[in-house]
């Protein structure tokens, strides 16, 4: 079992950044590949970004490339990500996620764990 806590989410306006964290415990980190998705209201669940265990690789959706960066420090146990230049759109429920596939995934039923989700709100 690998147990995912998510924080850093909050409100801010249109062009401001933010920084989400999630914090791993239960399993080695390095093992898995890890993804961000997001549940922007009333919509699914969608692909945000994805690295592999080692951080050597990451993987953007086309709405957040340029804007968004994942990292994760292996030693901390920690999966982030750097989010600027935010936009209304942005407005959503973010989560993390574990997969057991090291080069991490854009598809959501590939990942094998889940944190509660972190609030993500972009005024205009």
């Known amino acids: 079992q690998v147990q995912l806590v998510e924080s850093g989410g909050g409100l801010v306006q249109a062009g401001g950044s933010l920084r989400l964290s999630c914090e791993a415990s239960?399993?080695?980190?390095?093992?898995?590949?890890m993804g961000w998705f997001r549940q922007p209201p009333g919509k699914n669940r969608e692909f945000v970004a994805a690295i592999t265990g080692s951080g050597s690789n990451t993987y953007y959706a086309d709405s957040v490339k340029g804007r968004f960066t994942i990292s994760r420090d292996n030693a901390k146990n920690t999966l982030y990500l750097q989010m600027n230049s935010l936009k209304p759109e942005d407005t959503a429920v973010y989560y993390c996620?574990?997969?057991?596939?090291?080069?991490?995934?854009?598809?959501?039923?590939?990942?094998?764990?889940w944190g509660q989700g972190t609030q993500v709100t972009v005024s205009s």
């Open positions: 996620a574990a997969t057991q596939r090291t080069y991490g995934s854009r598809r959501i039923l590939e990942y094998d764990y």
């Open positions: 239960g399993r080695t980190f390095s093992n898995y590949g």
